[in-house]
């Protein structure tokens, strides 16, 4: 785009990407509401939503850091599974 500098572009795909981590931990975190903060040294901050106000869940992290902590946070989406993957399951538990 013209007249955006490449430092700022880079801090944009930076947020969308905590941003998108951060909706999936939503998604699955039902009771509970999540939100990011990024700190003015570029690193991000998770919070919870309490009815008092927002509580940090960890201390300000790098973008790759930050968004492994937000995929383990909460309770995990179930693998999906298609029905060659149990064929195949099946098929090994046969063999064996």
């Not at 430092?7 to 951060?22: C, G």
């Not at 919070?47 to 509580?55: A, F, I, P, S, V």
């Not at 995929?71 to 063999?95: E, S």
Request: aromatic share 4%; hydrophobic share 35%; net charge positive.
């Amino acid at each position: 785009m013209p007249g955006r500098s490449s430092r700022n572009t880079s801090k944009v795909a930076r947020s969308t990407r905590a941003t998108a981590a951060v909706a999936r931990l939503n998604e699955r975190s039902e009771g509970h509401r999540y939100l990011m903060v990024m700190t003015g040294d570029g690193k991000f901050v998770l919070r919870e939503r309490l009815d008092g106000g927002d509580k940090d869940v960890a201390e300000a992290l790098p973008l790759d850091e930050f968004v492994r902590l937000v995929d383990a946070t909460g309770p995990q989406k179930a693998p999906r599974v298609t029905k060659n993957d149990a064929a195949f399951a099946k098929q090994l538990i046969r063999k064996t």
